[in-house]
């Protein structure tokens, strides 16, 4: 199996709090991970490390057989939280701002926009989207510069059914062009029908991780692994 992304023994205080307690993950490439967790198991917090937004107090983070660096940045597309992007600019003048920083040129940007179906908003600002359409705009964000591995934190909360099979869709599109997702979530439905590999968080702590498919019974796999 080829990993593009492994954590070993992860770890991260906060504030004298051990939060992630030696994580050790591995990412298969082309595929989809579903992080599973509840609320405050330690999702977030990962995803930060793993894209160098936080710092591991120990452990290391390798990416394609490499242990973490800078340029591992440009490799990798980020989604956590909400997106920066500027409610009075369209779609296209944001991903500007942003294909400005990273260097990229401006047909990257018209791929990107017809990658994620926003190629048409012409002159809408922003601030006029749906939840959907923003959320999109923040994948494509993240996927300018055509990176190896997109990383997506809980990118169905507050969408709609429709928005959430929209982003299913997208996130087949991406695999189709060879782009590993790691994607978390609360919602186990979701991440079944999402995820081709999962790995479950709780308390800091991997209890889980494997590959799944659609007649897994994922809600007792999580259930015997919160018993535990
Ligand atoms: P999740 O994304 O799975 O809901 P988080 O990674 O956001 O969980 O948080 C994991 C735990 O770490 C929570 O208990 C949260 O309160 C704590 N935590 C996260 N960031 C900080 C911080 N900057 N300071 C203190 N505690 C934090
Ligand atoms: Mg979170």
């Given amino acids: 199996m080829d990993y593009i992304l492994e954590t070993k ?3 991260k205080n906060i504030k004298n709090e051990n939060i992630i307690k030696g994580l050790s993950l591995k990412v298969p ?5 579903g992080l599973l967790g509840p609320n405050g198991a330690g999702k977030s917090t990962t995803m930060k490390l793993l894209c160098g937004l936080l ?5 290391e983070v390798i990416f394609k057989g490499k242990p973490w660096s800078r340029d591992t940045l440009n490799k990798i597309g980020v989604l956590i939280e909400s997106p ?3 409610g009075n600019l369209t779609a296209k003048e944001n991903m500007l701002i942003h294909a400005c920083m990273l260097g990229v040129s401006e047909n990257e940007i018209t791929r990107v926009l017809k990658l994620l179906k926003i190629d048409k908003t012409g002159k809408k600002k922003v601030s006029n989207f749906s939840l959907g359409m923003k959320q999109r705009l923040g994948i494509a964000i993240a996927l300018l510069g055509n990176p190896d591995l997109i990383i997506l934190d809980e990118p169905t909360n507050g969408l709609d059914p429709i928005g959430i099979q929209e982003l299913r869709d997208l996130i087949k599109r991406l695999n189709e062009n060879q782009i590993t997702v790691l994607v978390s979530s609360h919602n186990l439905a979701e991440i079944q029908h999402i995820a081709s590999y999962i790995g479950i968080i709780i308390n800091g ?3 889980y991780e494997g590959e799944i498919n659609d007649t897994d019974d994922l809600e007792t796999i999580f259930m015997n692994v919160t018993k535990e």
């Fill in 9 to 11: 023994n992860l770890t």
């Fill in 205 to 207: 702590k991997l209890k």
């Fill in 55 to 59: 710092k591991p107090s120990e452990g």
């Fill in 29 to 33: 490439k082309g595929e989809t991970y």
């Fill in 84 to 86: 920066a992007i500027y």
